[in-house]
């Protein structure tokens, strides 16, 4: 189906460990972005790119590695998860960041124990 | 630095009474203002945008530069628009930023 897929949907992983969340879109949209969701905090940014092999952070890009090999992927990377970073962690694209429409994925939910 | 402030985490009105969800920002230039919705096992979804001055499921926002706000309004709430609520801006960084959100509950 097209769209904006994420996996894996639920995560549970202990303190140290690497993870990788994978974000994958069939619109080739040009901007993807992830967000993590909180209670408290809202939807803040981690990253975003705005074609492939070009990204930049957000407001909350410690801890997080991104890349952009290819357009359609945009997987998000926890080097060594902390319990801080147990969150909802949305991707989203858009064909044109300034319109302000993003389209986003279902979510992934990651603990971090 | 673009902010978006939402005052209510929570927020229940009755069905058929008006609603008016809060939305306050802070940026410099001319900013485009959103507000987007999640329905329960529904997916982040835009409601509406002000540029475009519409009304989406009952729903108005009205910018006011001079109050930099932009409240999110219906006359008439109905069960369904219970669901959480995001306003939103895009400012000079072309990213968007997100409020804090509010949940919105309409009794029956």
């Known amino acids: 189906d097209a769209g904006i897929t994420q996996s894996p949907r639920y995560k549970i992983t202990e303190t140290g460990r690497q993870v990788t969340l994978m974000c994958h879109q069939t619109?080739?949209?040009?901007?993807m972005f992830w967000y993590r969701q909180d209670l408290g905090h809202g939807l803040r940014l981690i990253y975003y790119?705005?074609?492939?092999?070009?990204?930049d952070k957000g407001e909350v890009p410690d801890g997080y590695v991104v890349s952009r090999s290819k357009t359609e992927n945009f997987p998000l990377t926890l080097e060594s998860a902390t319990r801080s970073q147990t969150s909802v962690y949305f991707c989203?694209?858009?064909?044109?960041?300034?319109?302000?429409?993003?389209?986003f994925g279902e979510g992934s939910r990651l603990t971090v124990l | 630095a673009q902010r978006v402030t939402q005052p209510e985490k929570l927020l229940s009105v009755f069905k058929g009474a008006p609603v008016e969800l809060k939305c306050n920002y802070s940026?410099?230039?001319?900013?485009?203002l959103f507000w987007y919705v999640q329905y329960s096992r529904q997916r982040l979804q835009l409601l509406l945008r002000?540029?475009s001055r519409e009304s989406i499921k009952g729903f108005t926002a009205d910018l006011n530069k001079g109050e930099t706000s932009f409240h999110l309004k219906k006359p008439f709430a109905q069960e369904e628009d219970s669901a959480m609520y995001y306003c939103?801006?895009?400012?000079?960084?072309?990213?968007?930023?997100f409020g804090q959100g509010t949940r919105l509950t309409i009794n029956p």
């Open positions: 989203a694209s858009s064909d044109r960041a300034s319109t302000g429409e993003l389209f």
């Open positions: 619109w080739s949209h040009s901007y």
């Open positions: 790119s705005a074609a492939a092999d070009i990204t």
């Open positions: 940026y410099s230039g001319s900013p485009e």
């Open positions: 002000h540029i």
């Open positions: 939103a801006l895009i400012g000079g960084a072309q990213k968007l930023v």
